[in-house]
């Protein structure tokens, strides 16, 4: 059990605990000490072996505990019992994700919108890492709070881009928008902006309570637009906070399976959006997926690797999910 599997572990048990209001502290200690394992990889056996689990960060005694059995076990009594506790079905359907393999994120923001660190720390952050790519999607303009990015400033940051490329070639960057699907369905940027990104990720922000059939029609055309490569958090969805969009799913996954529009698996547990049932649905339908971190931050890139277990809950093989392909094959860069 290395630091990676242990924190997908830390991070189911969070992501259960926060369906139960009463539980948010706990969630939250659970998720936080997953986050922390994914970045520091910690060697667990050696501290289990000296008794000095509980030095690191976020791990109080309870979290200890659990780490102490999976070391010894490979398992935990505590998921357990909380996935029957929730109801969560037993799969003897999991898939096998390993971490090593996956390629590059391609959902993550920096300062041009509402990121807290440059391009440069993202990308520096996304090399260590061990990344071969990273998308850079900032936000539309319609999200104003966050100063969304309009022609003239994507062309700006393209120069920034290119400079950014320079001092990380090891990284790919790729230039994209995490646009906005407005109301009606269309998107918050013109189409002959977006047929100059590298990527693009249209995401349902606001509105989300539309009644189910307006929302179906929203979904359907954004999923049925030529230029998007990805439906980002595509229920818009916080666990334990807020409810996502409701809508007629399988018509939109359908649909998207049929454009090639991959859906995503957000792996900010605030979101951890789709779910792994939903996207269990999903690739039942025919569909891709990208498996993406949303990081706002450097640190915020390990949010994939303890996250992974919703794809592996899901059943999700590899082939099926676009971030373990490389760069030359990622249908996005063709579309
Ligand atoms: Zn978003
Ligand atoms: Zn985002």
Request: hydrophobic share 40%; with cysteine.
């Amino acid at each position: 059990m290395d630091a990676i599997e242990a924190a997908q572990v830390l991070s189911e048990i969070g992501y259960l605990l926060r369906q139960d209001p009463k539980e948010k502290f706990r969630a939250q200690a659970f998720s936080t000490a997953a986050w922390s394992l994914a970045v520091e990889r910690p060697d667990l056996a050696t501290l289990h072996s000296r008794n000095e689990l509980t030095s690191m960060e976020g791990v109080g005694a309870g979290i200890a505990k659990v780490l102490a059995e999976l070391l010894e076990t490979g398992k935990s009594r505590y998921l357990d019992r909380l996935r029957e506790e929730m109801k969560q079905p037993a799969r003897d359907d999991e898939s096998m994700l390993d971490f090593a393999d996956y390629k590059g994120d391609i959902h993550s923001h920096t300062k041009w919108s509402d990121g807290k660190a440059t391009m440069l720390e993202m990308a520096r952050g996304a090399e260590a890492m061990g990344y071969r790519y990273l998308g850079v999607t900032d936000h539309s303009p319609r999200i104003k709070v966050v100063n969304g990015l309009n022609a003239d400033r994507l062309l700006a940051q393209s120069r920034e881009m290119a400079e950014v490329q320079a001092q990380v070639p090891g990284v790919s960057l790729l230039q994209g928008i995490e646009v906005d699907i407005l109301e009606d369905g269309s998107l918050d940027l013109p189409d002959m902006v977006l047929e100059l990104l590298d990527v693009v990720i249209a995401s349902p922000h606001v509105k989300l309570r539309q009644e189910p059939a307006a929302m179906t029609e929203r979904m359907l055309r954004a999923v049925s637009h030529p230029h998007v490569d990805v439906i980002g958090h595509p229920t818009g969805r916080r666990p334990g906070s807020r409810e996502g969009a409701t809508y007629d799913y399988e018509a939109v996954f359908k649909e998207a399976a049929r454009n090639k529009v991959a859906l995503e698996l957000d792996c900010d547990p605030a979101r951890m959006d789709l779910s792994p049932e939903m996207a269990r649905l999903a690739l039942e339908l025919g569909c891709n997926f990208a498996l993406d971190a949303d990081a706002h931050a450097p640190a915020e890139f390990a949010y994939v690797p303890m996250g992974m277990w919703m794809a592996r809950r899901a059943g999700i093989p590899k082939e099926k999910i676009m971030n373990f392909r490389p760069l030359e094959a990622l249908t996005m860069v063709a579309k």
